[in-house]
């Protein structure tokens, strides 16, 4: 069993609105990550702001000011399982399928984090998920100011999943991050 957090707390300003409320093909972005996450156990929203009508709770950063790492800080305090799913609002092709794939290797892994590569070759660290016992090193990293999601993988180590075969199963588009409104097909 796993938590599912997606993080809706960013500013939003190349893309020039709040893109979690951003309607692509009928439903908002934001619905699209959380839908992906119907596996979980539970899902939740972490935001500075309302998201009211999603049907789950939402949380505010509890150590604000270090962008995705307070975001991830705080799903990984409020969750109630080990294992979170984390995702940003702006993947709008993650599927259940891509999740469960994660947590199955999540559960053989003697890591704290399982992440993907991305076909470009860089870490994808907001479609990860995130063992609780990740939460020392978080706090710890923004205490010291290192907001970089990745030194979190860096520091504990992680089961890092190659680009080749997540698009063997579940296809490049699984990686769209939906920056601007261009970027969406």
């Keep these: 069993m796993y938590s599912g957090a997606v993080l809706a707390g960013g500013a939003s300003r190349r893309f020039g609105e709040d893109k979690a409320l951003f309607v692509y093909r009928g439903k908002p972005l934001l619905l699209w990550v959380l839908e992906s996450l119907r596996g979980a156990e539970e899902r939740?929203?972490?935001?500075?702001?309302?998201y009211v009508g999603f049907g789950v709770p939402v949380y505010p950063d509890l150590?604000?000011?270090a962008d995705s790492l307070s975001g991830l800080h705080s799903a990984l305090a409020h969750a109630q399982h080990p294992w979170v799913a984390v995702a940003a609002t702006d993947l709008p092709f993650l599927t259940r399928g891509f999740w469960d794939f994660l947590y199955e290797q999540a559960r053989a892994s003697?890591?704290?984090v399982v992440a993907v590569y991305n076909p470009e070759g860089h870490l994808e660290p907001l479609m990860a998920l995130y063992h609780k016992d990740c939460l020392p090193q978080v706090e710890r990293q923004i205490r010291e100011g290192d907001f970089r999601?990745?030194?979190?993988?860096?520091?504990?180590?992680?089961t890092y999943l190659a680009a080749e075969e997540v698009v063997a199963r579940f296809g490049e588009r699984?990686?769209?991050n939906a920056n601007r409104r261009a970027d969406l097909p």
Excluded: D, K
């Design 110 to 112: 003697p890591y704290p």
């Design 149 to 158: 999601l990745g030194r979190v993988v860096e520091a504990l180590g992680a």
């Design 44 to 50: 939740f929203i972490v935001a500075n702001r309302p």
């Design 174 to 176: 699984v990686y769209l």
């Design 63 to 65: 150590l604000p000011g």
